[in-house]
């Protein structure tokens, strides 16, 4: 229950994004801001599988982690 109103309180805290859908809303209608709205949903999954199966490989790859304190000092 914690996690869900901290989620809902950034959720509803106005930024960038909550213009560009209050903007969208009023000049092009309701479709174009849902539109908008609902371009988190599709952008935020690939970003979330691609780094979850980046540590899944680092945790089963003993050499990438080599390889990247390597290169990271």
């Not at 709205?37 to 899944?56: E, W």
């Amino acid at each position: 229950m914690a996690a869900l109103s901290l989620g809902l309180g950034v959720d509803l805290s106005p930024g960038s994004l909550l213009v560009l859908l209050i903007s969208q809303t009023l000049s092009s209608g309701l479709g174009a801001g849902l539109k908008v709205a609902l371009v988190p949903l599709l952008t935020d999954g690939p970003i979330i599988n691609l780094i979850y199966y980046v540590f899944k490989i680092r945790r089963q790859n003993i050499l990438l982690i080599g390889l990247i304190s390597f290169t990271c000092s």
